[in-house]
Nanobody
Framework: QVQLVESGGGEVALGESLKLSCAAS????????MGWYRQAPGKQRELVAS???????NYAEAVKGRFTISRDNARNTVYLQMNSLKPEDTAVYYC??????????????WGQGTRVTVSS
């Protein structure tokens, strides 16, 4: 069974920074794309950023230039550096991984979510 464990959320003020981490563990053969999604109260979950195993990145327009996604393949970990945070970035952030495991073959896993609150 695969687990994605997120950390790094919290409460910050407008303009401050946070760095989220997500570590995958379990009987993993390969991790393809990893990503961060977020869900604000009353809204649908949306993609924030993603990164392929070849380090190709993709960002939502709302975070371009402020957020940076990166990964450490040796540690099966993905990061999200969030700078110049705004109140509209307030949400629960979820880690996602498209991976191949020994038991299930190809599957998608989600973390439990970490809350980010930005006050004005």
């Amino acid at each position: 069974q695969v687990q994605l464990v997120e950390s790094g959320g919290g409460e910050v003020a407008l303009g401050e920074s946070l760095k989220l981490s997500c570590a995958a563990s379990g009987r993993i053969v390969r991790i393809n794309t990893m990503g961060w999604y977020r869900q604000a109260p009353g809204k649908q979950r949306e993609l924030v950023a993603s990164i392929t195993s070849g380090l190709i990145t993709n960002y939502a327009e709302a975070v371009k230039g402020r957020f940076t996604i990166s990964r450490d393949n040796a540690r099966n970990t993905v990061y999200l550096q969030m700078n110049s945070l705004k109140p509209e970035d307030t949400a629960v952030y979820y880690c996602n991984a498209d991976l191949i495991t020994l038991i299930d073959g190809r599957s998608t896993s989600w973390g439990q979510g970490t809350r980010v609150t930005v006050s004005s």
